[in-house]
């Protein structure tokens, strides 16, 4: 009998570890679905395929680098702390290492994304008086047509 419980215990802490993969899998996929859905109907209305899905932006992707190794380093540290105090065994300290190393290498890797990012900066407000013309003179207005 005390058998048959482990197992069922075995069996609720292994769907309860699971079933959050389970989920956001299931939502990926119905999500891919959905949009190839939508997809093929605009293709049988006849949009053009350059209109379906606009370019995607990734913005600042150091960013997201930077967070994800500053993660990995608050918990590689935490871990490695955790099994100097003996809470946790050997192996623990060492997947926290590991963890730390790969924290340190996003962090290089978000430092180099940003060097060489290409800087893409607006006009500012104030460089706009700079760039008129030195004679002062403003472009002639279009002219509207009126109906007088």
């Given at each position: 009998?005390?058998e048959?419980l482990?197992?069922?215990?075995?069996?609720?802490?292994?769907?309860?570890?699971?079933s959050?993969i389970l989920?956001?899998?299931?939502?990926?996929?119905?999500?891919?679905?959905l949009?190839?859905?939508?997809?093929m109907?605009?293709i049988?209305?006849g949009?053009?395929?350059?209109?379906?899905?606009p370019p995607k932006?990734n913005?600042a992707?150091?960013?997201?680098?930077l967070?994800f190794?500053?993660a990995?380093?608050?918990i590689?540290?935490g871990?490695?702390?955790?099994?100097?105090?003996?809470?946790?065994?050997?192996?623990g300290?060492?997947?926290?290492?590991?963890?730390?190393?790969i924290?340190?290498a996003?962090?290089?890797?978000?430092w180099l994304?940003?060097?060489?990012?290409?800087?893409s900066?607006?006009?500012?407000k104030?460089?706009?008086?700079?760039?008129?013309d030195?004679?002062?003179?403003?472009a002639p207005?279009?002219?509207q047509?009126?109906n007088?």
């Open positions: 009998m005390e048959i482990q197992g069922i215990t075995a069996l609720i802490v292994f769907l309860g570890i699971s959050p989920i956001i899998g299931l939502v990926y996929y119905l999500k891919k679905r949009e190839h859905k939508q997809i109907a605009a049988e209305k949009t053009p395929l350059s209109e379906l899905k932006q913005g992707l150091w960013i997201k680098n967070t190794g500053i990995l380093i608050i590689g540290v871990l490695g702390l955790l099994g100097r105090r003996g809470e946790i065994t050997a192996m300290s060492f997947i926290g290492l590991v963890l730390l190393a924290g340190v996003w962090v290089i890797r978000a994304n940003r060097k060489y990012q290409p800087q900066q607006p006009l500012a104030g460089n706009a008086t700079e760039n008129k030195t004679l002062d003179v403003s207005e279009t002219l047509p009126t007088e």
